[in-house]
């Protein structure tokens, strides 16, 4: 009687262990499962990954090894710059949220003003959300009376340079403000001063992050243009400011031609300005 009752629990103990193997199988099915979707998942939705989980909007990585249908084993190239719509992802709208996350993890959000879409008609950044209007106060400072930046520029003109130059094919130009105050007791010319210190930041985005000089474009507008009153110093501290209107080639400003008549310049929304005149030149 004993034996037959130890028979029995071996065999239940059996059993049990046949319905762990069953288990086992099943999940390494399953895992081999997901490893060959995994396989063969498509160059864009892979871009669409890497993009929602970069919130600056770069997808490039070191490497991704992932193999395509009727590819074998070779690597798929990680390209970077090219989302699932062909249109680049470093376009102006991770460009405006980029710009707006940085002032404000610098505290300069409260000074420093970031806008894009409809406009008031004293500036010129369109009308459309393919323009970003910027303006800096504390940020872009110059050392008085000159076109001398100050040391603490450099941090904020360096960010948007980079982000100028991922966003270029986005790009149709830049056009760069510089604004002085109105004080009774400055013998520099205000125009002048003006102009050279929008020039001095086109400059340096040319020289140092090789941003096409024809998209650049400097204006100096004086002290004719306040936000402020300049009887005050806290005045005239908001109007010494430069403001920055970064136009998209699809902005309604390019294509339909409002800024070639107004600073005569010609815009392709597909090619660079340089291309654009080097075929005229031809």
């Not at 109105?182 to 102009?195: E, G, M, Q």
């Amino acid at each position: 009687m004993a034996a037959l009752k130890r028979k029995k629990a071996d065999e239940e103990s059996g059993g049990n262990w046949m319905d762990t193997y069953g288990d086992m199988v099943t999940l390494l099915l399953t895992f081999f499962i997901v490893l060959y979707s995994m396989s063969t998942i498509e160059e864009d939705k892979w871009a669409a990954i890497v993009r929602a989980f970069n919130r600056n909007g770069q997808t490039k990585v070191d490497q991704i090894v992932l193999t395509i249908d009727g590819e074998g084993d070779q690597p798929m190239e990680n390209k970077g710059e090219e989302d699932i719509n062909g249109e680049g992802i470093t376009d102006l709208d991770e460009f405006y949220t980029a710009v707006e996350e940085f002032l404000e993890e610098q505290n300069m959000s409260s000074t420093e003003i970031i806008d894009r879409g409809e406009d008031d008609g004293t500036n010129l950044n369109g009308t459309k959300e393919d323009n970003i209007y910027l303006s800096f106060q504390n940020a872009i400072t110059f050392r008085p009376d000159t076109a001398i930046l100050m040391e603490s520029s450099y941090e904020i003109l360096d960010y948007l340079g980079e982000k100028l130059k991922a966003s270029d094919k986005n790009i149709a130009v830049v056009i760069i403000k510089g604004h002085t105050a109105k004080y009774d007791s400055s013998t520099v010319d205000s125009r002048i001063l003006s102009s050279e210190r929008a020039s001095t930041i086109a400059n340096y985005f040319e020289k140092k992050f090789a941003i096409p000089a024809d998209k650049l474009v400097p204006i100096g507008l004086a002290n004719i243009y306040p936000v402020a009153d300049n009887n005050s110093q806290e005045g005239r501290a908001q109007n010494r400011r430069v403001e920055m209107s970064i136009i998209g080639k699809n902005s309604p400003l390019i294509k339909d031609e409002l800024l070639k008549s107004l600073i005569g310049l010609k815009f392709d929304t597909s090619t660079t300005l340089g291309e654009v005149q080097d075929k005229e030149l031809k």
